[in-house]
């Protein structure tokens, strides 16, 4: 078979020279089978697949091998940077020429080490065998089967770098618990986190640090990949959590939490930073795998008064080896609560929960405004706590009532001035019914200032006596809302 144009002495020079056939394809724009064919037409055995890595390196014989070894007494390592390949491959080709190793005892960087010392090393000043080995200038291995030869029983690796952690339940465990069972992992006795959000990763290491975990937190960024977000890395080794962790079931983590409702917003605050999602259209999604875990989600939450759905499954079309995911859902209302009862610190849209919060004070005013029979506009305006604070300094009847309220009105316009901030804050501890009645206890009381105003023509000339008027009317018609603000309130 004649090879038209190309020139074969060139190509069995170039093969010689240790330059791989797909190379050569290339330089002659010709198929891989070309030069193949024309080497094996002209007798040029083809490499292996290991001589057709060495990439132009030069491949030490035998002769040279056993002298660098046993005559200039270097190390498979030593002999690997000389010829620019690592330790693995010196030592394969040894093998396969025949070369004897030397024992480990004899080798270049072995020491004299005696029980004695070993034992004092390692046991009393319990020294790592990492240690030792950079102390005596010499190999890990080696101190490793010092201690086997000996007998000197092993430390158990995680017990000599960590301390044991505190199982016993509290705020921080729960939280990481939740946390866990979303984003967090747990290899080899490692429990790990890699978010994308600083403060979640500092939240979640400050947790583990409080229960005694000996934690760290890195930062991970590829430079060649400019367009990937920066990574935070938040790992700890615990034997005893994970030995505990790793027994837990769903049962046994609702039984335990269940006993303290802040240890149930701390699972559910770790557990939502894991996995959950507020979106521009005020709604939440929790999704998960695992259907059993969303379920005790939403069991929790009831104890709130905050109802869900869940739905799904949901495969992967890509990938439909993948598990179906579900999701839990919150509408818009009852996010608003779930934002004031768990406030988790990211995955929060603060202007998408005030105008939620508006339009719930809207819906709350409106109705009461029909029941008392209220004829004039009423305009919600919202401000911030340093506003609420200044509000309520000016107030006549500061003294009667607590400085954090909520809400204070003015007439002309009738205008109703509230502080979603404080609001939080003060019912953080309510469930969503009670929350309501606040909310609506709090209107009816500054409805009725407006109704006194205007239907009265303000014939109350202390305000301490038109305060004593209003609680007396709610207490007898809206007797619900005014048992919460005289809890809260008065």
């Not at 693995?88 to 029980?115: A, C, D, N, Q, Y």
């Not at 089967?145 to 770098?161: A, C, H, P, S």
């Not at 790793?246 to 894991?274: C, D, M, P, Q, W």
């Not at 003060?426 to 969503?432: A, G, S, V, Y």
Request: aromatic content about 10%; glycine content about 6%.
């Amino acid at each position: 078979m004649k090879f038209l144009g190309l020139p074969i002495k060139k190509i069995i020079n170039l093969y010689g020279d240790n330059i791989s056939s797909r190379e050569i394809a290339k330089n002659f724009n010709c198929s891989q089978n070309t030069i193949l064919r024309i080497l094996k037409n002209n007798n040029i055995p083809r490499k292996s697949n290991s001589e057709g890595k060495l990439k132009g390196k030069y491949k030490p014989t035998k002769k040279e091998l056993e002298k660098l070894y046993w005559g200039d007494n270097l190390s498979t390592v030593e002999i690997g940077k000389k010829f620019g390949f690592n330790n693995g491959t010196i030592r394969r080709w040894m093998i396969k020429h025949g070369i004897s190793r030397k024992p480990l005892s004899e080798s270049k960087f072995k020491v004299k080490l005696s029980k004695e010392e070993l034992k004092k090393l390692y046991i009393d000043q319990k020294l790592s065998t990492n240690k030792i080995a950079k102390m005596l200038n010499t190999d890990i291995e080696y101190v490793r089967r010092k201690l086997i030869f000996y007998g000197i029983e092993r430390r158990d690796n995680i017990e000599t770098v960590t301390v044991k952690v505190d199982l016993k339940l509290c705020k921080n465990m729960a939280y990481i618990l939740g946390v866990m069972k979303g984003d967090g992992g747990l290899v080899n006795n490692n429990v790990s986190l890699c978010v994308t959000d600083k403060g979640f990763a500092e939240n979640f290491l400050n947790a583990l640090k409080e229960i005694g975990f000996n934690a760290n937190m890195s930062n991970r960024v590829k430079k060649e990949e400019p367009q990937h977000k920066e990574k935070w890395h938040v790992w700890g080794s615990s034997k005893n959590f994970a030995i505990w962790y790793k027994n837990l079931t769903i049962e046994h983590i609702e039984n335990i939490i269940s006993k303290n409702a802040e240890y149930v917003k701390e699972f559910i605050r770790g557990f939502y930073e894991s996995e959950g999602h507020h979106s521009k259209k005020e709604h939440i999604d929790i999704s998960n795998s695992n259907l059993n875990l969303l379920l005790l989600v939403q069991k929790l939450l009831i104890n709130f008064g905050i109802m869900s759905n869940i739905y799904g499954p949901y495969y992967n079309k890509k990938n439909p080896k993948w598990k179906p995911m579900y999701n839990l859902g919150i509408n818009k209302f009852d996010a608003f609560h779930f934002f004031c009862t768990i406030s988790p610190i990211i995955k929060f849209k603060h202007n998408v929960w005030c105008n939620t919060y508006l339009n719930i004070i809207r819906k709350i005013s409106k109705k009461f405004k029909n029941i008392l029979g209220f004829k004039n506009d009423i305009k919600i305006n919202l401000i911030s706590s340093e506003e609420m604070k200044s509000l309520l300094n000016y107030s006549p009847i500061k003294d009667t009532i607590k400085s954090e309220i909520p809400f204070v009105s003015s007439n002309e316009p009738f205008t109703i001035y509230t502080c979603v901030e404080t609001l939080k804050e003060i019912t953080k501890n309510l469930n969503k019914s009670e929350r309501n009645l606040f909310m609506g206890g709090a209107i009816i009381h500054e409805l009725y200032h407006g109704l006194i105003n205007n239907s009265f023509g303000n014939s109350f000339k202390e305000k301490q006596k038109e305060e004593e008027y209003i609680i007396k009317e709610m207490r007898e018609k809206f007797p619900e809302q005014r048992r919460i603000l005289d809890t809260l309130i008065i």
